[in-house]
């Protein structure tokens, strides 16, 4: 994999995150092709992606669209939500992978090890995106955000390919860096995210209602959350993950809160539920994030 290469990317689940990526690979030459529903792929078929963005203005994308991969590929990016995960892999069979890296651009730290059981592990290369964009209908993306980051991090995969992939991806627009430690790049994002998610979600209420309302909360689970971490051996800063919190736009919501309203399946378990996990196995308290999975699950939120 090189930078000066057309690669053909696979995109499995092309919605806010996936349809963005999908179409600034295609934009930047490389054949792209999206693996979805077939309501999903008629649509793409016919007309592309319409991307309206924050940071790279409107424009279109053609990409290929099929409900399985049929082909070897250069890159296969995972972009569904965990609570769709095992489904939707049955649309890339490990036969017909050939040697592309599987990116993973899950929330959550327990997906990898899944993964590694489905597909060779070496070519198994978990990543955490940095993004706001949304999908708000097959083929129609609108970006958010005047950014899109990504960390890669294997345990298992050649460092020479993850820099070759982060060079790929940063041509295309996606500023992406590689990072020495995947549990921590992990947990820096789950660290940050879970107490978002859980308190957005709980309270049915954006981020600045939380960080004045319900703030003795948010730095209570921030610290709970962080000790988790650390005993995984992935230290956190706490007070930069409060200064993120604060300089948010108010309205912001997490993509937690926002599948609650829209009556989706929620990600709890891959968010919430693995940090209680990782706590009971280093015998680390977590109250709060305990009692607050519980009244989302009691609120059918």
Known sequence: MTESRSLN???LGPGGVGGLLAALMARAGHRVTCLAGEETVQALRSDGIQVSSTQFGEFAAEVDADTVLRQPVDLCLVTVKQTALQVALDR?????????LVVPLLNGIEHPASLRERYRPELVAPG??????????????????????????????DRGRLEALALVLTEAGVT????????GALWAKLAFLAPFALLTTR???PIGRIRTEYRHELLALVEEVAAVSRACGA???TAASVRLYDAFPAEAKSSMQRDAEDGRPLETDAIG?????AAERHAVAVPLAANLLDEIGRHGR
Do not use: C, K, M, N
Request: no cysteine.
């Open 9 to 11: 990317v696979a995109v």
């Open 92 to 100: 890339v069979p490990s036969g017909a992978l050939g040697d592309g």
């Open 128 to 157: 955490v995106i940095r993004v706001e964009s949304s999908r708000r209908a097959p083929g129609r993306i609108v970006h958010g955000s005047p950014f899109v980051e990504i960390d890669l991090a294997s345990s298992t995969t």
């Open 176 to 183: 992406t860096r590689v990072r020495d430690d995947e549990s």
């Open 203 to 205: 309270y049915g209420a």
């Open 235 to 237: 230290p956190t800063d």
């Open 273 to 277: 539920g693995a940090v209680l996990r």
